[in-house]
Nanobody
Framework: QVQLVESGGGLVQAGGSLRLSCVASGSIFSLNGMGWYRQAPGKQRELVAAITSDGTGYDDSVKGRFTISIDSAKHAVYLQMNSLKPEDTAVYYC?????????????WGQGTQVTVSS
């Protein structure tokens, strides 16, 4: 059974930090491509960080502030978020980037809300 469970979100002041966690079960977990996505109110969901066997990649908006990591033994993906800004406010989701890049339907977890106050 495919399952994605995100946690670690919350309310934080600008400049603060949060660490998001995601536990994936079933075939959706892959060392060859996991990512963190976010969706702000009124905006489309976007990929902000990804990790593959070749390394990591970040959207320019989070580069230098966010760090993605993976624990294969726990089937877990993490997102360390530092120097948070109000524009980082969104619901954050993890997923398999190959799964999302392919034609749908796509499975998503419930996400975790991150709210950054100014």
């Amino acid at each position: 059974q495919v399952q994605l469970v995100e946690s670690g979100g919350g309310l934080v002041q600008a400049g603060g930090s949060l660490r998001l966690s995601c536990v994936a079960s079933g075939s959706i977990f892959s060392l060859n491509g996991m990512g963190w996505y976010r969706q702000a109110p009124g905006k489309q969901r976007e990929l902000v960080a990804a990790i593959t066997s070749d390394g990591t990649g970040y959207d320019d908006s989070v580069k230098g502030r966010f760090t993605i990591s993976i624990d294969s033994a726990k089937h877990a993906v993490y997102l360390q978020m530092n120097s948070l800004k109000p524009e980082d406010t969104a619901v954050y989701y993890c997923n398999n980037i190959v799964h999302i890049a392919a034609a749908g339907p796509h499975y998503w977890g419930q996400g975790t809300q991150v709210t950054v106050s100014s």
